[in-house]
DNA sequence: CTAATCGAATTTTTT
DNA sequence: ATTCGATTAG
């Protein structure tokens, strides 16, 4: 048997389609795979096929990902398939790769050994005060919208020298001068963001041909999954690291693109085969996940779709349930529906999945949950290492590995609060301005000058004296220890707690945690050189510090976080026209993106689909009315069930007017039904006892009224 | 310098 | 409704 042999059984489970990408001869090979369709285990058996069949060596196989989760879900495939953990092979995300090259090559980068990583929110911060030093006013342009202007010149690989303005108006024009400080100041301070991680790498790549042709000689096969959220930057990176010999294994489904606001391109995908010439296309369209009527549903959906490269999902399964459609009287009569549903099927929560367009809608389904006593997990909202006490605490940590980090000195100057306030800080921001120094030497160089008056004084030399300490320790402590450190003797413990006492204890109980993580970190990392710098990367890089608890727990997130996921139930919520498809979705002429987000919910149930809208929902505190989604309407009627649902035919609540008179036919509005009139009543005065149609041709509530019953 | 108060803005989110 | 930020009063 020789060693080819011995890979076919690498095939033995896949069908003809995934069996044609894994063993593909070396060329470009594009697959195309839908949803459900086996993707990653065409991606993990590829790399286990190249490896057995000696095509390529660990080493020369890169293989990248859009998020951590998948990154990590691919690596531990690969080692069940193989049995063995390749050394060498190299597999991430697109921006762990390019931190990963960066600290290889941190000289020729022309950064600091130390540079740290910028997430979105410090990023923010550092635009905000750029904005208010360089005095623009920041009410033509906010400084959201200028992140997100120099994130896409970044994107198009355009320096703040070099950005061509589609617009010289006054607003790009200031927007370019924040950008052309912000990269003064990052690069003084060695910073980088998460997309400076990527731009950086790129030019490094395109401009040091000797390094260039070292990682394209290196990497003869490069797996890409996910490709149709790649934006333009990270696509010529791909081109540039790949170069003219490596092989390209690109799987992609343009059907599930949900990202383009955060500049993915859906062309990629459509222009690989043309720029790469003799590229293998296979499409995976035979779906192991849902049953005929739920595939039905998703294709009729995506049909709608102009911009497609076509493909249609089928399955060997089981017919299945029909579609089930629920029209609720407004969002917390929908929540009632689905949590009553859910108790009805079984103990089994972790099979529910609650999926919804926006997160400000979990909070409804949330009380419903809690008010019926199931448990659940939402998943989103703020991460491990994006809470505030965190941040502040692995601040300090930069401030003593890296003593120029303005971002971080600028976080912790005056938290906890010390007395060092604007007042203060201002001339220390002027001295580094005008000498082009960090803010850390210009507070040394002004302290020396006796630069300080008074009080300030005194605070800025307890703090300057404290980091130093500190600079000192991270040569003799251990990382979990120093932090721990840090943690006894900044004084931010005390500061939460006497903000606010619950939510304080909370905050400690977290940076507890940090240690725990910290500690975790040193054993898991053993033999790391810089244990303290890859620590706080991968603080930034994966904040995620996401103990997924595999327990009985209802799953509520939003669509987007759902995509990659599969569940037995899903429940699919706010179908509504402005909702879901959003309206500024609709405002931007965009709906097919929403499209292929409904498209990517649909295909996330197993067995059984609920829908549902309301008739009327709280929006920013007002009351909204809609029409039923046009999706419901692009699902074709036979697979639809719907469903009625009489849970309270009998509420009831305490008069607050007694001695109202009511009249038949008077409008009325409930926060629970929401709109309706009254049809009937019997008695008077306090038990006075009213029926009201809340829905023209559904059922009746009898309400026994009506404190929160407001006649219109 | 800090605490309180008022007003504006509010899709989706990974890295 | 709720949150975040800027302005204003202590």
């Known amino acids: ?20 990408a894994v063993a593909a001869p070396e060329t470009h090979v594009l697959v195309l795979a839908g949803a459900g369709s086996g993707k990653t285990r065409v991606l993990v058996h590829r790399i286990a096929w190249l490896l057995q069949c000696q095509l390529a060596r660990a080493n020369h196989i890169l293989a990248v990902t859009f998020t951590n989760r998948a990154a990590n879900e691919m690596r531990d495939r690969i080692q069940k398939l193989l049995g063995y953990n390749p050394s060498g092979l190299l597999t991430g995300t697109f921006h762990g790769i390019a931190y990963y090259l960066l600290r290889q090559h941190w000289q020729l980068a022309q950064l600091p050994e ?91 790549l395109r401009d040091d041909e000797s390094l260039r042709k070292h990682y394209q000689t290196r990497f003869k096969h490069i797996l890409v999954d996910e490709f149709q959220d790649t934006n333009y930057l990270q696509y010529e990176w791909l081109k540039l690291i790949a170069g003219p010999a490596a092989k390209l294994f690109i799987v992609g489904d343009d059907d599930q693109s949900i990202y383009s606001w955060r500049g993915a391109r859906i062309e990629n995908i459509q222009l690989l085969p043309v720029e790469f010439k003799e590229t293998l296309l296979i499409r995976l369209e035979q779906n192991y996940r849902s049953t005929k009527m739920i595939l039905t549903a998703a294709n009729a959906v995506i049909r709608n779709n102009k911009n497609r490269l076509g493909k249609e999902l089928w399955t060997n399964g089981t017919e299945g349930d029909p579609l089930f459609l629920y029209k609720a009287h407004n969002e917390i009569n929908e929540a009632e529906f689905i949590v009553h549903k859910i108790k009805l099927l079984g103990k089994d929560y972790h099979n529910n999945a609650i999926l919804y367009r926006t997160s400000s809608q979990s909070r409804v389904l949330e009380e419903a949950l809690i008010d019926q006593q199931i448990p659940y997990r939402i998943y989103g909202g703020m991460r491990f290492y994006e809470r505030a006490e965190i941040k502040d605490v692995l601040a300090y940590l930069r401030l003593a590995v890296y003593s120029d980090d303005d971002a971080a000195f600028e976080r912790i100057i005056n938290t906890p609060k010390r007395g060092i306030g604007e007042r203060t800080i201002e001339p220390i921001r002027a001295l580094a301005r005008q000498q082009g120094i960090s803010l850390w030497r210009a507070s040394r160089l002004l302290l020396a000058d006796n630069g300080f008056k008074g009080r300030a004084a005194k605070t800025i030399t307890e703090f300057l004296h404290y980091i130093e300490s500190l600079i000192e320790q991270t040569h003799t402590l251990l990382l979990s220890d120093l932090i721990k450190k840090i943690i006894e003797t900044c004084g931010l413990p005390d500061f939460y707690l006497k903000d606010n006492k619950e939510e304080g204890q909370r905050r400690i109980e977290n940076l507890a945690e940090l240690i725990s993580a910290a500690r975790q970190f040193e054993i898991f990392n053993r033999d790391e050189e810089k244990p303290i710098l890859t620590f706080l990367a991968h603080a930034t890089l994966d904040a995620n510090n996401d103990n997924a608890n595999e327990t009985n727990h209802v799953q509520l997130m939003t669509l987007h976080l759902a995509k990659g996921l ?71 009627a036979e697979l639809i069930d719907h469903i009625r649902f009489n849970n309270a035919p009998n509420y009831q609540a305490n008069v607050k007017n007694k001695n109202e008179k009511f009249a038949i036919g008077t409008p009325v509005l409930h926060h629970k039904f929401g709109r309706g009139i009254i049809v009937d009543k019997e008695g008077q005065g306090e038990f006075t006892r009213i029926q009201v149609d809340f829905s023209e041709n559904d059922c009746k509530w009898i309400i026994l009224a009506y404190s929160d019953i407001e006649l219109l």
């Open 1 to 20: 048997m020789n060693i080819c042999d011995d890979a076919s059984l690498l095939l033995n489970d896949l069908n003809t389609a995934q069996r044609e």
């Open 566 to 636: 599969e569940f037995k139930r899903v429940f699919l919520c706010g179908l509504e026209e402005g909702l879901f498809p959003h309206q500024n979705s609709l405002d931007e002429g965009n709906v097919e993106e929403e499209r292929r987000l409904c498209y990517v919910g649909i295909t996330r149930a197993r067995e059984q689909l609920y829908l549902s809208h309301a008739e009327t929902r709280y929006y920013y505190g007002e009351r909204s009315y809609s029409r039923a989604s046009r999706f419901i309407r692009e699902i074709p």
């Open 114 to 204: 130390t540079f740290q990583i910028l997430d979105s929110d410090e990023q923010l911060r550092l635009i905000k005060r750029i904005i208010k030093e360089a005095k623009i006013d920041d009410k033509v342009f906010s400084p959201k919208k200028i992140q997100q202007f120099i994130n896409a010149c970044k994107e198009k690989a355009q320096r703040a020298q070099s950005v061509v303005l589609m617009s010289t108006d006054r607003e790009t024009q200031a927007a370019l001068t924040v950008y052309q400080f912000y990269e003064q100041t990052c690069q003084q301070s060695g910073l980088v963001d998460f997309t400076e991680l990527l731009l950086k790498t790129y030019e490094l």
